[in-house]
């Protein structure tokens, strides 16, 4: 099996600026469509056509778990427009060719989320090169290590409501209208949110007003014939966390499993919500956190 599935795994520590990109990772990188198999084997994620024909809109979308999802949506046959930052563009270009590699559209949107007119822009954009929206991920997210609330500045409080959860609500509020029955959305929480993580106390935050938004939305939506649910993944290898994690933080940086996930483990759960297999799923969150037990 390849060595970042392995208990005991630790992933390599390094420092970028944010937003953070895959080529300045150190070896090995992310790995957005393999998964750890029976018997200690790697194998590649095995698709049966259960997004077909569909088109899906991805925040955050040129990589980790963003990117992930594109991927494994291409493999199960949806075409993607994915949403990132103009410093993010290489690897939304590799995402799209991986995408395009497996027979599938992915169409690129390059914008600042943390404003409201971008969302807007966003979702045109989006309904402009697929025609629908059936499928939503709300992904993009922004965080940044502070120890103490006495040196959190108010500007990186608003900035990262900005971006978590008040781009969740934008983008959500301007797809709806191109959803239809039987469409399903998807935001990105985290374990944060039920542990308290008390050096990331905006994120955290705002990972546990996403929760309520899903479930809020759910029972707005459920009747209406649209799903709304939430995934709360706990350590992931993404560029993320090079970007905005100290030292100290990355040397930690593990789960119960003995290893931090990949981005392709948490995109199965995303695929798992947004296909016709979670059909009478609603208002829930998915706890892929490696094994913490959190009751939510």
Known sequence: MSDQFQQGYK??????????????????????????GIGGNKVTYKAAAKLRGLKA???GGDSGIGAATAVLFAREGADSTIIYLPDEEKDAQDTKKRVNELGCKCHLFATDLSKRENCKKAVDFAVEQMGVIDILFNNAAYQMMVEDIA??????????????????????KYSLPHIKKGGSIINNASINAYIGRPDLLDYTSTKGAIISFTRGLSNQYLPKGIRVNAVAPGPVWTPLIPATMSEKAQEQFTSPMGRPAQPSEIA??????ASNDSSCV???????NGGVVVNG
Do not use: R
Not at 151 to 157: A, G, M
């Open 282 to 288: 609603s208002g829930q969150t998915i706890h892929c």
């Open 268 to 273: 199965t759960c995303v695929v798992f919500l």
């Open 151 to 172: 040196d959190l500045s108010e500007d990186q409080w608003v900035h990262t409501f900005n971006v978590n959860i008040h781009s969740y609500f934008y983008i959500t």
């Open 57 to 59: 809109l991805i925040t």
């Open 11 to 36: 992933a390599p520590v390094s420092k970028q600026s944010f937003p953070g990109t895959t080529d300045e990772m150190p070896d090995p990188k992310p790995v957005y469509d393999e998964l750890p």
